[in-house]
């Protein structure tokens, strides 16, 4: 599957995600419902990079699983690389996720019971495609590295700090050299100076790969990094806040 140049790698039309108000203990009527996210259009080209900042609960962490996938809209499109990918079944879903998207969860999603350098393999051990498990190694290995974790491969995430087990998450994001990186709160567990080594590390892979970042953070530095920074309020984008940064060269 090829990436077509001319073609934004992600649009996104229309998107909302409503939930029942389940907080609401009365009976629960059908208008009884949570507005998580309302009418959300994003038109995302090759190499950009975008910041989606926002209030904690403004909806956030629910857009990142939207268009990475993971989740599906009430309403609204999704176009990745020119699929619409509601129209795919979950085996084609995970199949384009695991080719295209690499994803840094907010709460890392390690397994357990692997060691850090199982965890960064398992993107490609799980590709269809010739990978050996030498090659696989030799790639993880060099992504820890990189991450400045080559001393705790064969440490399980239990074993490992948050900041650790966030580096590890990253590593594992990136082994599969991603067209898309989508990253909540990347640098959250982070101190300063192994935030700002992470920070570099993803535009690295932004320059060298054109890699596309949407990341959410609160961090201000990472997000004066990205060339857009785009601010969620209540589940919908607020357009005066939406600052479209001067091109960075
Ligand atoms: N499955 C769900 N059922 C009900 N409410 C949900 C569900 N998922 C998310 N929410 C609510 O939707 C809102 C947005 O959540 P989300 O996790 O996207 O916020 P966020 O912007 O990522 O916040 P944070 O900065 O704290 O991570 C929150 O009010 C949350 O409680
Ligand atoms: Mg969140």
């Known amino acids: 599957m090829k990436d077509s140049v001319n073609q934004p790698i992600l649009l996104v039309e229309g998107l909302g995600k409503t939930v029942a108000n389940h907080a609401n203990h009365k009976q629960v ?95 490609l051990e799980l590709q269809e495609n010739n990978t050996t498990y030498a090659q696989a190694r030799q790639q993880a290995e060099e992504l820890l590295a990189r991450v400045g974790l080559s001393e705790r491969e064969h440490h399980y995430p239990g074993q490992l700090s948050g900041g650790e087990q966030q580096r590890v998450a990253i590593a594992r994001a990136f082994v599969s050299k991603p067209s898309l990186l989508f990253a909540d709160e990347p640098t959250g567990n982070l101190d300063t100076h192994t935030g700002q080594q992470v920070i570099d590390f993803m535009f690295e892979l932004n320059r060298e790969q054109g890699t596309t970042l949407v990341l959410v953070t609160h961090d201000h530095v990472l997000a004066n990094r990205c060339a857009r920074v785009l601010e969620l309020q209540d589940g919908q984008f607020c357009t005066t806040a939406k600052t479209a940064k001067a091109e960075q060269g």
Do not use: W, Y
């Open 29 to 123: 009527l059908a208008e009884d419902a949570l507005i998580i996210l309302h009418d959300i259009d994003l038109c995302i080209q090759r190499g950009d990079s975008v910041a989606i900042v926002g209030p904690s609960g403004s909806g956030k962490s629910t857009l990142l699983g939207l268009i990475a996938g993971l989740d599906v809209p009430t309403c609204g499109t999704i176009h990745l690389d020119g699929k619409n990918i509601l129209q795919l079944n979950e085996d084609e879903r995970a199949a384009l996720r695991g080719e295209k998207i690499g994803f840094v969860f907010q709460s890392f999603q390690l397994l357990p019971s692997f060691t850090a350098l199982e965890n960064v393999m398992l993107p």
